[in-house]
């Protein structure tokens, strides 16, 4: 697993990726899980990379959208993306915005699902391989729609 260069698309925007690279804002997120275990995300941190206060659907797409891009393309693993993508997905379920707002991203549930359904095995034995059976099928076909 490698850090891919970023080169900006839009000067200092944390969110502005090309693709093929990873936005600085999931750089962070992998250093944070590199350094600590895990990436916790946390509100401040989307609030952060929102550029525009109250649009945190835009913000969740984007980041759903960069995550399964990069899962797809393999330039991150299974373990990092479904991490980030849960954290993101209970801070936008939990939030009180939330419960005002009803902001949802489409995307990222579809991206959240795909990775929740390689977390589990279906067979008893677990012979079974979820993330192969379950979550590549669903990232590919969501990339499929992009």
């Given amino acids: ?14 969110l502005m990726w090309q693709p093929g690279a990873m936005s600085p804002a999931l ?10 275990g895990a990436s916790y995300v946390t509100e401040d941190d989307l609030v952060r990379w929102s550029d525009i206060k109250g649009r ?4 969740f797409d984007r980041l759903a959208v960069e ?11 299974f373990a990092f993306c479904d991490d980030v ?5 209970w801070i936008m379920a939990d939030s009180p915005a939330n419960e005002k707002e009803h902001y949802c ?16 095995h279906r067979r008893k034995d ?6 192969a059976e379950h979550t590549n ?5 969501i990339i499929a729609e992009l």
């Fill in 67 to 77: 995550i399964a891009t990069l899962y797809h393309a393999r330039q991150a693993d």
């Fill in 1 to 14: 697993m490698s850090i891919m260069a970023w080169e900006p698309v839009v000067e200092k925007s944390p």
């Fill in 85 to 89: 993508i849960n954290e993101i997905y």
């Fill in 56 to 59: 945190f659907v835009e913000l």
């Fill in 126 to 131: 677990q012979s079974d391989d979820p993330v």
């Fill in 105 to 120: 991203s489409e995307k990222l549930e579809k991206v959240y699902h795909a990775f929740d359904d390689g977390e589990w």
């Fill in 137 to 141: 099928p669903a990232i590919a076909a």
């Fill in 27 to 36: 750089n962070d997120l992998r250093q944070r899980r590199d350094q600590l």
